[in-house]
């Protein structure tokens, strides 16, 4: 496994407002062959990530499959070590640190306020530990509580997550898929941590106990003032949680914008075309299905230039040369292309709401000196 790399101690630390933010962050697994296991090439999971996420934010991350999403989640805490890059983490006992340098022992203290939820209710527990167990292991690990006092503990999150305390003797097979899921949160917020990595909480559930889940996060969120990083592919969830969204392709963001502002007015072809895919429930509105071309590039050989321009229907030959880099194209909204500046792009509503903006400075939904863009129904 690559160890990751040692930063500068000159490195500017992030501002305050945010409580997590990656640089250049990059996970390059080794292609190896023949009986000696020589390297002969890398698969680019994640290829120079800029990521931010500010305290009290749920942020969302999407994507297609295998564009590099929960590598960059586990990255975030470590779980998988970075080949390259800065992950600087505001720990309320550390204060600024870079997780992807920090030894052992600061590593499992940063962990404590950096947890996950993963994809699988189903896997992600243990089937021989009861509820009381699972829930209440990392408080016994990190020696919070014991005895009684680990008992009403236990007791208090179940009810946090709207299950009764009795269950705590129960075993995993004896809960529904949403009931599991339910365990799994109350497990992450044991340490009371301050950022949750999400990990497409939802994507193994019915539709009615999907919404259950994304109701009892918000609600968490707001009630405790947690920081979500949202991993998903559904972007009508993701709409509806969010406060920012990040788009990934083969391993690299591609935009990044408020919601209502990356959803209305996308930057990006490849967002825009994402955005045509999200459904709208209105059986006589006209589907505007934008239809990609190819396949997606495999992050071992990925394509000269932009990494999508072999699929992008305005592609020039600058695109074919040269990598785009992620730039501000707007206040608080980023993007990878080399014509951001020039393209008129529809996005889920622009239909409804008007002609498209031109690319010029808009008030951000969450500056107080402006007021929310009121929601239009699609």
Known sequence: MATAITTSSNTTKPDDSLILQARDLKKHFPIQRGFLRRTIGAVRAVDGVDLTIRKGEIHGLVGESGSGKTTTGRMLLRAIDPTSGEIWFQDQALGWVDVATLDKHKLRQARRNMKIVYQDPYSSLNPRMTVQQIVGEHLKVNKQLSGKAL????GELLE?????PEYAQRYPHAFSGGQRQRLAIARALSMQPQLL????P???LDVSVQAQILRLL???QEQFGLSYLFVAHDLSVVENVSDHVSV????????TAPTYDLYRHPLHPYTEALMSAVPKPDPKAVKNRIVLQGEVPSPANPPSGCYFHPRCRY???????????????RPNHLAR????????LQGVATGDGGPPIPNQAKPHPTSPTSTPPPMQAD
């Open 337 to 344: 292309c080399h014509f951001a500046r020039e393209l008129h």
């Open 248 to 255: 990934m392709y083969v391993g690299q963001i591609v935009e």
């Open 218 to 220: 918000r609600e968490l």
């Open 160 to 164: 946090l997550v709207g299950l009764r």
């Open 202 to 204: 939802v994507s193994a």
């Open 151 to 154: 008992d009403k503990r236990v």
């Open 197 to 200: 990595v999400c990990d497409e």
């Open 315 to 329: 592609a020039q030959e600058i695109c074919r040369t040269t990598a785009p880099k992620l730039e501000e194209i």
